[in-house]
């Protein structure tokens, strides 16, 4: 079992930046590519980014490219998103998610993960 708290979220204005943080709770942390997710009032919930267990492996959303870096540091058990020249089509409830794998592997289905954390909210003002 993973369980995932995130942090971080909160109201900034359209060029601005946050950084959220999730921290995983036992020693499979490292054993588990991690993503971020986010759902905006009435869609579905979409891919951000996603690592690989080594960090080694990143893969972005178009949308994101170039504005937010994921990055991970295992002795910590958290996983980072960095969002910089924020935008208010980024607001949303942003997730953070685990899957265990055994290579170094990265996911972006919504549906390749077992472990959600409960989601932080960002607002980004215009």
């Known amino acids: 079992q993973v369980q995932l708290v995130e942090s971080g979220g909160g109201l900034v204005q359209a060029g601005g930046s946050l950084r959220l943080s999730c921290a995983a709770s036992?020693?499979?942390?490292?054993?588990?590519?991690m993503g971020w997710f986010r759902q905006a009032p009435g869609k579905s919930r979409a891919f951000v980014a996603t690592i690989s267990r080594s960090g080694e492996r990143t893969y972005y959303a178009e949308s994101v490219k170039g504005r937010f870096t994921i990055s991970r540091d295992n002795a910590k058990n958290t996983v980072y998103l960095q969002m910089n020249s924020l935008k208010p089509e980024d607001t949303a409830v942003y997730y953070c998610?685990?899957?265990?794998?055994?290579?170094?592997?990265?996911?972006?289905?919504?549906?390749?993960?077992?472990?959600w954390g409960q989601g932080t909210q960002v607002t980004v003002s215009s």
């Open positions: 036992g020693r499979a942390f490292s054993s588990c590519a």
């Open positions: 998610a685990a899957v265990l794998d055994l290579g170094d592997n990265y996911y972006s289905g919504r549906y390749d993960y077992p472990y």
